[in-house]
């Protein structure tokens, strides 16, 4: 059973900084692709940075230059830094996976942007 597990969420100031973590139960070199998603409520869930295994990143440009996604090879675990934050920035935050055909979420932690 392959496992996601995010943490890091919280409450923040805007112009704060949060750094989510994703921890894999697997290699992280066997997920061809992973990414960070957030559904904040009464939206649909979107992209927000996305990391293929040969390095390329993409963001959308809502979060491009604040956002940045990486991953430690060592721990299996995957991080998106997110700087100056914004109101706008607020919701459920979902690591995702793809690999080998299938595709893994995990729980999912909240992010609070207010004042």
């Known amino acids: 059973q392959v496992q996601l597990v995010e943490s890091g969420g919280g409450l923040v100031q805007p112009g704060g900084s949060l750094r989510l973590s994703c921890a894999a139960s697997?290699?992280?070199?066997?997920?061809?692709?992973m990414g960070w998603y957030r559904q904040a409520p009464g939206k649909e869930r979107e992209l927000v940075a996305s990391?293929?295994?040969?390095?390329?990143?993409n963001y959308p440009d809502s979060v491009k230059g604040r956002f940045t996604i990486s991953r430690d090879n060592a721990k299996n675990t995957l991080y998106l830094q997110m700087n100056n934050l914004k109101p706008e920035d607020t919701a459920v935050y979902y690591c995702?996976?793809?690999?080998?055909?299938?595709?893994?979420w995990g729980q999912g932690t909240q992010v609070t942007v207010s004042s």
């Open positions: 990391l293929i295994i040969g390095g390329s990143t």
């Open positions: 995702n996976g793809r690999r080998f055909g299938s595709e893994y």
């Open positions: 697997r290699n992280i070199f066997s997920f061809g692709t």
